[in-house]
C-alpha cells in the first residue's frame, strides 16, 4: 500500500500521540487506508470521465489551483488592501465551505467506521484522530491551492510578513470552515431527517458546481469589469461577514489603518473560531455522534403531490402507457441527486450565457446606463440561441441512473412500443427542467427588451423544442435511467455539442434575416419553427426495441 508522505512526517510525532493515549500504528494504518481511497474518489468539480483518466483528488487541486490563480492576481489591484484581502479571503472561504459541506460529508458524516471499527480493538481516541488527521489533510489540500498563489503574489508584492500573516489568517479560515460545517450538520440532523440531510448536501454541490462553471466563464472578463478604486467604509454588516473578519488584520498591519473598528474586526475573526471550537467541543460533538444514526433513516413524504402529478401527465399524455412514464421519469428527475448534479450546472449556464456574451461589450460602454440603453436598442436578445445550445443536449443524461441495475423492469413489463417510453420521458424532462427555466430566461429578456420580443421568443422556443428532437435523432436510443453515469458516450456527447452549435448559429442567422427583412418576420419564424416540430415530434418516436437494443451494445 502507498506509504504518504504526510505519514512519514507523522512517523517523526508518534511519541507525541502515544502520550495523548492514540494507538499511534492502528491510528497510522486507518489514516492511510482513508488516503487511499481519497485519491480514488470522484470530487463535486470534476466529471466522471476525468475522475477515471486520473487521480480524483490530484485532479480537483489542479481545478481548485486554476481558481487560486485569479483569486491570488486580485491582490495586484491598485485598489484599497481591506477590499481586495476582503475579497480573497471571502472567495476562499465560500470554496472551502461549500466543498467541506458537498463533498467532504462522507466522512464528517460517517457511520461505517464506527460500526466496524469499534466493534474490533480500536479505541474511540484513535479513531476519531485519524478522522480528524484526515479532515486536517484535506482542508489543507485544498487551502493552499486556493491561496497558493495568493501567498506568492503577496510575498513579492508586500513582503515575508504579509506571507506569514495570511498563512496564520489561512489557519483561523480552515478551522472557522471546519467548525462552521460540523454545526451546521448538527443543527440538520437536530431538526431534520437524515433524508433532507442528503438533499441539502445535494444542493450545495450543484451550487458549487454552478458556482465554479459561471467563474470559468467570467474570469477572463473580470479586471475589465469591476474598477475597484473606491474607499471603503465599515458599515454595521461588515460585522456579520467572516470575509471582513480575516481582512482586517491586513489593513492594520499594511495599510496603516488603527481605527478602532478593524481591530474590532480582526479581534472577531480570532474570537468566534475559537468560541466555535468550545462550542462544538463542550456542547454538540456528543450530541453530534448521536445524531449521526439518524443517517441510516430513509425518510418519508415522496408521494405527496402525486393527485396533481396525475392531472398534468393526464393532460400532457394521450396514452396510458406514456402517462406511466411520464410520471415515472418526473418521480426519477425528483429523487436522483447525481443526475441533478448533472443538469442544473447546464441549466443556470443557459440562463446566464447570453448575459456574460453580453458583458463582453461592457468595457466599451462610458457608463452602466449607456451600455444598458445600447443592449436594450440592439437584437442582442438572439444571444438566447447560446441557451438553447446549453439546453438542448441535455436529454441524454436522462438515461443515467445510480440505480441503473433495476432497469431489469423494461423486460418484465407488457410494453410492445419503447417509443412511448421515451416520448413519456422526454415529455417530462421538458416539463420538469426545459420549460420552466427557458420561462424564467424569458422574464429576464423581457426585463431588458421588453414585451415587443414576445414572439421572437415563441419562435425561440419552438427552435429549442426543434434542436431537443434533432439531438435526440441523432444520439443513442436509452431507456430513462438504464445506464450508469461511467458509460459516458465521450466524443459522441462532444459531436452532439458542435452539432447543436451548428443548428442553433443557423437557426440564429435564418432569425435575424426574417426580422431584419419583415415587420412579421417572427410571426413567420414561428409558424415555420411550429409545422417543423409538429412534423419531427411525430417521427421522432418510431422506435423498435432492436433499436435500442443495438445502440446500447
Excluded at 473578519?245 to 499594511?254: G, N
Excluded at 429549442?464 to 439531438?471: C, E, F, G, Q, S
Aim: net charge positive; proline share 3%.
Amino acid at each position: 500500500m502507498r506509504d504518504f508522505l504526510f505519514l512519514k512526517f507523522l512517523d517523526r510525532l508518534k511519541k507525541l500521540f502515544f502520550t495523548m493515549g492514540v494507538d499511534y500504528p492502528v491510528m497510522r494504518r486507518i489514516l492511510q487506508v482513508k488516503l487511499v481511497m481519497n485519491s480514488r474518489r470522484s470530487a463535486t468539480v470534476i466529471n466522471q470521465e476525468q475522475s477515471e483518466r486520473k487521480n480524483p483528488y490530484l485532479a480537483s487541486l489542479g481545478i481548485y489551483a486554476f481558481m487560486g490563480v485569479f483569486i491570488g492576481l486580485l491582490i495586484l489591484l491598485s485598489s484599497p488592501l481591506f477590499l481586495k484581502m476582503s475579497i480573497v479571503m471571502g472567495m476562499i472561504l465560500f470554496l472551502l465551505l461549500t466543498t467541506m459541506i458537498s463533498d467532504f460529508s462522507s466522512v464528517l458524516l460517517d457511520v461505517q467506521d464506527r460500526a466496524i471499527l469499534l466493534t474490533r480493538p480500536v479505541s474511540v481516541k484513535t479513531l476519531n484522530a485519524a478522522k480528524l488527521l484526515y479532515i486536517l489533510y484535506y482542508l489543507a489540500g485544498i487551502t493552499l491551492a486556493l491561496a497558493g498563489v495568493s501567498l506568492i503574489v503577496g510575498l513579492f508584492k508586500y513582503g515575508g510578513w504579509f506571507f506569514l500573516t495570511m498563512f496564520l489568517i489561512l489557519i483561523l479560515v480552515c478551522c472557522f470552515s471546519l467548525l462552521f460545517t460540523a454545526i451546521f450538520y448538527f443543527a440538520i440532523l437536530h431538526l431534520f431527517s437524515g433524508e433532507k440531510l442528503r438533499d441539502i448536501i445535494n444542493y450545495f454541490q450543484i451550487i458549487l458546481t454552478v458556482f465554479m462553471t459561471v467563474v470559468y466563464q467570467l474570469v477572463g472578463r473580470m479586471f475589465n469589469l469591476v474598477d475597484l478604486n473606491v474607499q471603503i467604509a465599515i458599515h454595521w454588516w461588515s460585522y456579520l461577514l467572516p470575509s471582513s473578519w480575516f481582512a482586517a488584520p491586513f489593513a492594520i498591519l499594511f495599510s496603516g489603518e488603527h481605527r478602532a473598528a478593524y481591530f474590532l474586526l480582526s479581534a472577531i475573526g480570532i474570537i468566534v473560531p475559537v468560541l466555535a471550537l468550545i462550542l462544538y467541543i463542550k456542547a454538540a460533538a456528543p450530541a453530534f455522534e448521536q445524531n449521526l444514526q439518524k443517517l441510516n433513516s430513509a425518510g418519508g413524504g415522496r408521494a405527496k403531490g402525486l393527485s396533481g402529478l396525475h392531472k398534468i401527465s393526464a393532460l400532457l399524455c394521450a396514452n396510458h402507457d406514456e402517462r406511466v412514464f411520464f410520471e415515472f421519469t418526473c418521480s426519477m428527475l425528483k429523487s436522483e441527486r447525481k443526475l441533478k448534479l448533472r443538469l442544473f450546472p447546464s441549466l443556470t449556464l443557459g440562463i446566464i450565457m447570453p448575459f456574460i456574451i453580453l458583458l463582453s461589450f461592457a468595457h466599451t460602454a462610458t457608463s452602466m446606463s449607456d451600455f444598458l440603453k445600447t443592449v436594450s436598442q440592439g437584437k442582442y436578445y438572439l444571444y438566447a440561441y447560446f441557451s438553447i445550445v446549453m439546453y438542448s443536449t441535455l436529454f441524454s443524461v436522462v438515461g443515467k441512473s445510480e440505480s441503473y441495475r433495476g432497469a431489469w423492469i423494461y423486460k418484465a413489463m407488457p410494453v410492445d412500443d419503447p417509443g412511448l417510453v421515451l416520448r413519456g420521458a422526454m415529455k417530462a424532462f421538458l416539463y420538469k427542467y426545459i420549460v420552466p427555466f427557458y420561462l424564467l430566461t424569458c422574464m429576464i429578456f423581457i426585463l431588458f427588451w421588453g414585451i415587443r420580443i414576445i414572439p421572437d421568443l415563441l419562435m425561440l422556443f419552438m427552435n429549442l423544442i426543434l434542436v431537443v428532437l434533432l439531438i435526440f435523432l441523432a444520439s443513442k436510443k436509452e431507456l430513462p435511467f438504464s445506464q450508469s453515469f461511467s458509460n459516458e458516450q465521450g466524443t459522441g456527447s462532444m459531436g452532439l455539442v458542435l452539432l447543436s452549435v451548428l443548428l442553433c448559429g443557423s437557426m440564429a442567422a435564418a432569425h435575424n434575416l426574417l426580422i431584419t427583412r419583415l415587420s412579421y418576420g417572427a410571426a413567420l419564424g414561428l409558424g415555420i419553427s411550429t409545422v417543423l416540430t409538429v412534423f419531427l415530434w411525430r417521427k421522432s418516436f418510431h422506435i423498435s426495441w432492436d433499436q435500442i437494443t443495438r445502440d446500447a451494445e
